[in-house]
C-alpha cells in the first residue's frame, strides 16, 4: 500500500490496471449494475438510539474535487474507490452517500453488502457555475432509487434570498421529496442560507442562518415524514437542534482546524436530541496524515450506540 499525505494518494495496491474490470464489465454486460443492486443484502434497519456513519462520495458530480489546499484531490477515481473501500470495511460504517457513477462502482465491486445507501439527486448546481443556484436534478431519481433497492435520497438545498433561481429550486426540491416520500423512502435534505460573493458562493453558517434555513426547509413537500435533515456543526448547536423534531445527520464539509478539533465538535454535537449520526466524506476520505482507516475508527467511536438499542437488535 502506497501513502502519500502531501498529493492526497492512496492506493489497496500500485496496479494501476486494478479496476479495469469495472470499464470490460460496463462495455459487456451493463446490466450488472441492476443485478448487484437487486442481489446486495440489505442493511438490518434504522433505529432509535443508534447513531448511523454514512460516508458521502457526491462531490465530484458536482465539480468540487478540492479537499484541503489540494484543487484536484478527488480527480483520480482509482483513489477515491482504494479510499472508499477501505471507509465501507470498517462494520460502524452504515452506508453511502454517493453519485450515480460512484455508486454503481461500488454495487459491482460488492463494497455495499448490508450497507444504508442514499443517492445524491441535484448535482447541477456546479461549483463556480455562472447560475450555481439553478441546482437542478441531474443525478439520482425517486424511482431509480427504489430500483436500486436504496433507503433514499439526497439533496442538496441552497437558498439565496438575491437569487431568482432559488424559487425554483425549492419547487424542485419539494416535489422531489414527496416523489421519494411517495415510495417511503428517506428525503436527506442538505439546507443553506447562501450569497454569492466575488463571483464565489458562500453558505451562511451562523447560527442564525441555519436555523432559518432549517424552518424554510423542513416545510419543503407535502409531508415531512420521510425528510431528514443534513445540517453543519455550527456554534450554538442545541440553538440550532432546537429548531426540528426530525432525524438530523451531520455533515463535515472541508473543516478548518485540526482533525483533534473537528472531532471535538463532532462529538458534542452527537450529544444532542435528534441527531441521528455522522454523513461525512472528504474529511475522512482524505485526512492530513492518509491514514484513512484511523481517521474513519476515530469518528465511528464519537458515536452513541444505546444499550436497549443495541439489545433490541441482538434480540431480532
Known sequence: MS??????????????????????IRLEDPSAISRAAKARRRHPGLKHGRQNFIVAADHPARGALSVGNDPVAMADRRQLLDR????????AVDGILASP????????????????????????????????????????????????????????????????????????????IDSLAERKLIAMVEPFLSVRENGRV???????????????????????????????????????????????VLLGGDPAGTQDEVFATWGAALALPGVQGLTVGRTLLYPADGDVSGAVAAAASLLHHTTSALTAEVSE
Open 3 to 24: 501513502l502519500n499525505p502531501g498529493t492526497a494518494t492512496l492506493a489497496v495496491d500500485d496496479d494501476p490496471r486494478r479496476y479495469e474490470h469495472l470499464s470490460t
Open 84 to 91: 472508499l473501500q477501505l471507509a465501507l470495511a470498517n462494520p
Open 101 to 176: 457513477d460512484i455508486m454503481d462502482d461500488l454495487l459491482l465491486l460488492g463494497a455495499l453488502e448490508g450497507k444504508l445507501v442514499f443517492g445524491s439527486m441535484n448535482r447541477g448546481g456546479l461549483a463556480g457555475l455562472v447560475n450555481e443556484f439553478d441546482d437542478r436534478f441531474t443525478g439520482h431519481t425517486a424511482a431509480a432509487l427504489q430500483e436500486l433497492g436504496a433507503d433514499g435520497g439526497k439533496m442538496l438545498t441552497r437558498i439565496c434570498l438575491g437569487d431568482p433561481d432559488t424559487v425554483s429550486l425549492l419547487e424542485a426540491t419539494a416535489k422531489a
Open 202 to 248: 458562500r453558505n451562511d453558517l451562523s447560527p442564525d442562518a441555519v436555523i432559518k434555513s432549517i424552518a424554510i426547509a423542513e416545510g419543503l413537500g407535502s409531508t415531512s415524514a420521510y425528510t431528514w435533515m443534513k445540517l453543519p456543526v455550527v456554534a450554538e448547536m442545541e440553538r440550532v437542534m432546537a429548531a426540528t423534531t426530525m432525524p438530523t
